[in-house]
């Protein structure tokens, strides 16, 4: 279980954590963020997922990756349901040209697995506040990172609506 206690070990000197979109709340698969993967060194392919977001009125956060690429990230003020996020983020992969390898959620359902809750996304800032910046940590552009407190105080001024996201949603076929 996620506690204070295990994200200050995160920030600090603990292992690092990894978090599951999908918190099932009265029987039904909801998520708390959504976004996509991308699992390549190509910045200009997370830019067009976040401008294609930011056009449709969802403010998105490019994170450097810890290996492979960026991870693209919207916040939401609610729990939304799983099927909502997902049908979303596959409408802002067809708008924005970019393929959909790993959409989050990448399930609709924990219910369905064969084992465990699924893919897991690892969280930003790992091993504390001070580390040197490269790696799992948020960009205002290609090449400047965001400090962990930057992050937040943008983050909470740019939560999702759930209902925007229904909407957009509702453009996925």
Not at 27 to 38: P, R
Request: aromatic share 10%; charged share 15%.
């Amino acid at each position: 279980p996620l506690t204070l206690a295990t994200y200050a070990n995160h920030l600090g000197h603990g292992p690092a954590i990894g978090v599951y979109p999908i918190r099932v709340i009265g029987g039904e698969a909801m998520v708390k963020w959504c976004g996509t993967d991308v699992d390549v060194q190509d910045y200009g392919r997370a830019n067009a997922f976040a401008a294609a977001l930011t056009e449709l009125g969802v403010f998105a956060h490019i994170e450097r990756s810890r290996s492979k690429g960026f991870h693209v990230l919207a916040f939401l003020q609610d729990w939304t349901p799983a099927v909502v996020a997902r049908h979303a983020m596959l409408y802002v992969h067809d708008i924005s040209g970019v393929p959909p390898i790993e959409p989050y959620p990448k399930q609709l359902s924990v219910s369905l697995l064969k084992s465990g809750l699924g893919n897991y996304l690892r969280l930003a800032y790992p091993g504390g506040l001070l580390r040197a910046c490269d790696r799992q940590t948020f960009l205002w552009n290609e090449h400047e990172h965001m400090s962990l407190h930057e992050f937040l105080q943008t983050a909470k001024g740019a939560l999702c609506s759930p209902v925007r996201l229904a909407e957009i949603a509702e453009c996925y076929e």
